[in-house]
């Protein structure tokens, strides 16, 4: 994947997400969680630095459709009372970044993992009351294809879906179970709870969001 390529992809991610979000914030953030959910089979058979950011950008593209999403009083209401607590969460890792504990740029991942999901916090106070239902179909759907990437893992096999490359070292690693004298892959086992996932880590995250 060239440059110009992937700037297209990442603008399209965003944009995806951004018109999801202004439709709908259940819609937007169904297709979000989409996206994140084939996130980590699209990049292990993609070995670019691009993908990398995929999800980032779908993310921030609906975290800008909340930002400028009209509100109403109830909204707003319920966004004041909870303001104060995603300053703390994002105030604290922030004001740690300035201790030189690590390399500046290891604490910016660090700080990335802390702060970049705290906006679904305000997504879910702006939910309706029908929201919750889209969004638990729309979930029953993504996991339902989740299961069926699992059991075609089972039957085929893990690299046919993963294959051996740099990016997918830590998969064919995890090799530390054994099972009647037979080494056995741990993430075998955990694809098929977390099939098109870049790892278990991924998978909790995601389960966090929702």
């Not at 914030?25 to 070995?47: D, K, M, P, Q, S």
Request: proline share 3%; with cysteine; hydrophobic share 55%.
């Amino acid at each position: 994947m060239n440059l110009f390529a992937a700037v297209g992809l990442m603008a399209g991610l965003f944009a995806f997400s951004f018109c999801l979000g202004r439709r709908s914030i259940a819609v937007g953030f169904l297709g979000t969680v989409t996206i994140g959910y084939f996130y980590g089979i699209v990049r292990a058979n993609y070995e670019n630095v691009f993908i990398y950011l995929a999800f980032d950008f779908a993310a921030v593209g609906y975290f800008f459709a909340l930002l400028i999403n009209r509100k109403d009083i109830l909204v707003r209401y319920k966004l004041r009372k909870i303001m104060h607590w995603l300053v703390i969460l994002a105030g604290w890792p922030t004001l740690l970044l300035l201790a030189p504990t690590q390399p500046l740029l290891v604490q910016l991942v660090g700080l990335r993992g802390h702060i970049f999901f705290l906006p679904f916090i305000a997504a879910g106070a702006m939910l309706d009351s029908k929201a919750p239902r889209t969004i638990a179909l729309g979930l029953v759907v993504l996991n339902s294809l989740a299961l069926a990437f699992a059991l075609l893992e089972v039957q085929f096999g893990v690299p046919r879906f993963y294959p051996y490359n740099a990016v997918d070292q830590i998969i064919y690693r995890s090799t530390d179970v054994f099972v009647g004298g037979v080494e056995f892959s741990v993430v075998r086992r955990e694809y098929g709870r977390c099939i098109t996932f870049s790892s278990g880590r991924s998978e909790r995250g995601t389960k966090e969001i929702i």
